[in-house]
């Protein structure tokens, strides 16, 4: 154990970040594990975060592209032995706090807070927050002892004030960050525990699912049959702390390539979790539904009146089954090339909103020149293993599963877990 902790002192910054394992372990744990539940009402990703010296349970919502966990200031004051950062620290810079900078001669006050901006990502409103620093707990996937605590004794985080949690999940008093910043909890938790690998994976279900930091359910199950596709993932404007974006070569629809360069369409495509479907730009999203209507009438699928929010929907034949879902056109997101491909099928791509309606899961995200042409939300991320190697910025992803395989609720980890209510 001495010489691990040895080896933990070539880290950076390990001196402010430190990491305690509360067993000795025969062998390395796999991963660690947080649980996930979708919330129905808001379809929200919910996980928990144990923190502070009781290390209470705190129920936050999952964003993929944040940069940092904030928790409600009010819920903050609560937690016992948790300090604030000051903005002349070494922990204040590596958010690149403009506090600390020496500019036009001015020393930074060493007697402020650190402060950085905060945003709700649902309802994008965003403020000021204070950098806090507290212990975080873990839970290990341990073959030896399943469940076994860990703790990051100086978790770096953010308070906000309580107008933020507007629009966010039912109790939840935050939101978790698992975005490419110095300060996300998957790169924080790799600086941690040295021995694993900078990366993370989802799984994402209409029920529970987990996070799992460095590892992935591949790994952890011995699962042959998840079987992985890989693809770079690409930065907006150099900025690593914009969120996880692929580069989309081109759309098929039954197999039939979308003409999409003459109306200006451009590959970069953001994965997001607070985005409950797939959004695409106007024009895009035009070109997109045209096809996807003629694959479908071909299949003898009927178009029927929309349910909102959704625009275009269908009474398939096999409109008496709740559990049997009917062929609907295969869509494929090719990547860096033609053999390199993400398929979404009918699972994906089609919601029952009745038992005789099934509405396209894809929705108009407006604009000419949005933000972000194409946004793939939740609900077209479900049941897909994704595995995000931020050490060389590649994305996994496996096939659909749940067809024979297994699914994402069933590597449910909220057993190990007092999820809040």
Not at 214 to 224: A, M, T, V, Y
Request: aromatic share 10%; glycine share 8%; with cysteine.
């Amino acid at each position: 154990m001495a010489s691990f902790f040895k080896f933990l002192l070539i880290f950076p910054l390990i001196s402010h970040i430190h990491g305690a394992i509360s067993h000795k372990y025969p062998t390395l744990p796999k991963a660690a594990v947080l649980p996930l539940k979708k919330d129905l009402s808001t379809l929200q990703y919910v996980t928990e975060l144990l923190i502070g010296e009781n290390l209470s349970p705190v129920k936050l919502v999952v964003d993929l592209g944040g940069p940092f966990v904030w928790i409600d200031s009010e819920f903050t004051s609560q937690l016992s032995s948790t300090g604030s950062v000051k903005s002349c620290s070494l922990q204040c810079s590596m958010v690149e706090i403009k506090g600390c900078s020496r500019s036009g001669g001015l020393r930074c006050d060493a007697s402020k807070t650190c402060t950085l901006p905060v945003e709700n990502s649902v309802s994008r409103v965003s403020t000021s927050g204070e950098m806090k620093e507290g212990r975080v707990g873990v839970k290990f996937l341990d073959a030896m002892e399943p469940g076994s605590l860990a703790y990051i004794r100086r978790f770096l985080f953010s308070c906000a004030p309580n107008l933020l949690l507007e629009g966010l999940a039912s109790d939840a008093k935050g939101m978790l960050g698992l975005g490419n910043s110095r300060i996300s909890l998957p790169s924080q938790f790799s600086t941690t525990f040295g021995f694993f690998h900078r990366k993370f994976s989802i799984c994402l279900s209409p029920s529970n699912g987990a996070i799992l930091l460095g590892g992935s359910p591949s790994e952890i199950e011995n699962e042959s049959t998840i079987s992985m596709m890989y693809t770079s993932l690409i930065s907006k404007n150099s900025n690593i702390q914009d969120g996880y974006y692929i580069n989309v070569s081109s759309i098929k629809i039954s197999g039939e390539k979308l003409s999409l360069y003459p109306i200006g369409f451009v590959g970069r495509t953001k994965i997001s979790t607070t985005t409950p479907y797939t959004t695409m730009e106007s024009k895009i999203y035009n070109t997109f539904i045209a096809a996807y209507i003629k694959a479908a009438t071909s299949m003898n699928l009927s178009l029927v009146a929309p349910v909102a929010p959704f625009e275009i929907c269908f009474s398939p034949n096999e409109v008496g089954s709740k559990t049997i879902l009917p062929n609907f056109p295969a869509v494929d997101l090719v990547l860096q090339s033609e053999l390199v491909k993400w398929r979404i099928l009918g699972r994906n791509s089609m919601v029952r909103v009745s038992n005789e309606v099934m509405c396209l899961g894809f929705l108009n995200g407006g604009l000419v020149k949005p933000k972000d042409p194409i946004v793939m939300g939740g609900y077209q991320l479900e049941d897909y293993t994704l595995e995000f190697n931020l050490a060389n910025s590649m994305l996994g992803f496996s096939s659909p599963l749940g067809m024979g395989k297994k699914k994402c609720s069933d590597f449910d980890a909220s057993s190990m877990y007092p999820m809040v209510s």
